[in-house]
């Protein structure tokens, strides 16, 4: 109901707006608007066919927004849309008729039948579908503004991305843990420990080497893994069975550096491990995935997830793939799945992207006001003619129009000159001068 009234409410307000159009041009051509009466009743009308053509119209535009979303101004989509809403106008145009001449007026539907021309419906039709392009240009510039909004979420959230995954890259407490594990190996096996500081060195190092990178091999990825689960195996001794895939399908594909850790530590984090209850990890290959899956037992006291070390490997995959992380959680088994990319995707770099986002922010600016010198350059073009037809129409006797003409004129030469940097009296190379001039002084 709600929906209905807002939607009421905005058919009622266009038809407002249709009608001070209509009744301006009336009264150009005649010089009279009518009786209050004859006001009244063409409002009324004006209304009922407004308000009609908007309802019947709005839910055709909205179902193909919806069912097509991204690529609803694709041509063929387009012209779909806009046949449709050729068809049902005209379809609410004809019922119109039908209620205002059949059931209000009471003449007879078949004697209404013959008489029927297309020539009722030219001004009713044409004005709708006016009313729909209007609808179609500012939707898609609606379209256009929520397209450049999600490419400047996507250029913030990537510094908040690498921001979260250098917090996430290695949780504080293996650390803490690898250290103690270091500790008594020194007293009880220092050979051992020996080992376990050049595994240990070799973690940090690649963590190190990773960092600035958005994408590495498969290859590079799963050789750390493995490195990273020896580690474990020490602190756990046993309790954790981890198995890799003998061959990869690509060895060269990408993936998110880190992303194994993440996902191995999470699984060491949030499941018990011990000799009676072994934890069982599985990486493996299915479907251009690379999946971690391991035993479910969880444990019995542990403070609720934050989901941090998700959510940062979905964030960081949404920056460079429309695939999704897939996660499948079972009372036995828990699963991940984080998309394998192809190893011919282009990797971005920093600088690069700093300089083209401070490109795109200066073209974009740029852009804008070249639209608006544009929309303001082709309002005036269509308003000179329109002078010049009132001031004929008007029979004064004198060039009124010269002067909106020309003081408007002046206003666009302002502004082409403001939106082109063109200055006859101050142009650049006066600028330039000046600048070296104030330098020289100051010097």
């Known amino acids: 109901m709600k929906f209905f009234l807002k939607e009421f409410g905005k058919a009622f307000f266009i038809g407002f707006l249709i009608y001070l159009v209509l009744m301006a041009i009336t009264y150009i051509s005649v010089g009279s608007l009518g009786t209050p009466r004859e006001i009244l009743v063409n409002f009324g009308y004006n ?14 535009f909205r179902y193909f927004i919806k069912t097509h979303k991204g690529e609803f101004f694709k041509l063929k989509n387009l012209l779909k849309s806009f046949f449709g809403a050729i068809l049902s106008t005209l ?28 020539d009722y419906y030219y001004v009713a039709f044409i004005i709708a579908m006016v009313v729909s392009i209007i609808f179609y240009i500012a ?12 490419e400047q979420k996507i250029i913030a959230g990537t510094a908040s991305a690498k921001f979260d995954a250098l917090k996430n890259q290695l949780d504080p407490h293996f650390l803490f843990n690898s250290l103690n594990v270091l500790t008594s190996l020194i007293e009880e096996n220092p050979e051992a420990a020996t080992r376990f500081t050049t595994s240990l060195s070799k973690v940090y190092r690649y963590v190190l080497e990773q960092k600035s990178k958005e994408l590495v091999t498969l290859e590079e ?36 550096p880190l992303s194994l850790q993440l996902l191995l530590e999470n699984a060491v984090k949030h499941n018990q491990v011990m000799p009676s209850k072994k934890l069982h990890i599985t990486i493996s290959e299915e ?60 990797i971005m770099n920093t600088t690069d992207t700093f300089i083209s986002e401070k490109r795109y922010k ?35 006797g004198f060039p009124w129009a010269l002067f909106p003409i020309v003081g408007w004129g002046i206003g666009v030469t302002s502004h082409a000159s ?18 070296r001039e104030l330098m020289d002084k100051e010097d």
């Open 47 to 60: 209304q009922l066919y407004s308000v009609v053509l908007y309802l019947v119209n709005v839910p055709l």
């Open 221 to 256: 990825e799963l050789k750390f893994a493995e490195l990273y689960m020896s580690l474990l195996a020490v602190r756990f001794e046993d309790s954790i069975v981890f198995t890799t895939p003998s061959k990869l399908e690509n060895p060269q594909a990408k993936v998110v």
């Open 287 to 346: 479907n251009g995935n690379l999946v971690v899956a391991n035993n479910s037992q969880p444990k019995q006291v542990l403070k609720e997830s934050t989901g941090v070390g998700l959510r940062n490997i979905r964030d960081r995959y949404a920056l460079l793939t429309k695939r999704p992380v897939l996660i499948n959680e079972t009372q036995k088994e828990f699963r991940i799945a984080i998309p394998v990319l192809g190893e011919n995707i282009q």
């Open 139 to 150: 939707y898609y510039y609606k379209f256009k503004q929520e397209n450049k909004v999600t």
């Open 91 to 118: 379809v609410g145009l004809f019922v119109l008729q039908v209620f205002l001449n059949v059931i209000i007026e009471g003449e007879d539907f078949l004697k209404f039948l013959s008489e029927q021309k297309i």
């Open 362 to 396: 200066l073209a974009k600016k740029r852009v804008e006001k070249l639209k608006v010198f544009y929309i303001h350059f082709a309002i005036y073009c269509i308003c000179v003619p329109v002078f010049i037809y009132l001031n004929f129409l008007s029979r004064a």
């Open 418 to 435: 403001e939106t082109f940097n063109y200055n006859p009296f101050f142009g650049k190379n006066w600028e330039e001068r000046k600048i």
